[in-house]
């Protein structure tokens, strides 16, 4: 019996680690994601303020719609990486938790 329970012992705990392996890997994809979006919007913001800048000549562009929506967009894109990346330590704590019991 005590072979038994080592061994069903040892299912679970795999089976555990592998879920956890599971969701971490989730989210580094989310996280990457979210970096290739945010990328993209920096490049169209920084295309946006060139041509306002030099072709259009303006300076006052803080006001300019399209430069806040971007503006807004990023911030969102930041908030979300940083709920990836508190769920991600979370979850490393908690596995780490697990395994010292």
Request: hydrophobic letters at 35%; a positive charge.
């Amino acid at each position: 019996m005590k072979l038994f329970k080592k061994l069903r012992d040892g299912i679970l705990a795999a089976g555990n680690k592998t879920s956890d392996f599971t969701k971490l890997g989730r989210i580094e994809i989310d996280v990457l994601g979210l970096k290739k979006e945010t990328e993209e919007k920096l490049i169209e913001l920084g295309g946006r303020v060139f041509h306002l800048v030099n072709k259009e000549g303006k300076t006052d562009i803080g006001n300019n719609k399209e430069i806040i929506h971007l503006i807004a967009q990023l911030n969102e894109l930041e908030e979300e990486l940083s709920a990836y990346k508190a769920a991600k330590q979370k979850l490393k704590n908690e596995g780490q938790h697990k395994t010292a019991e």
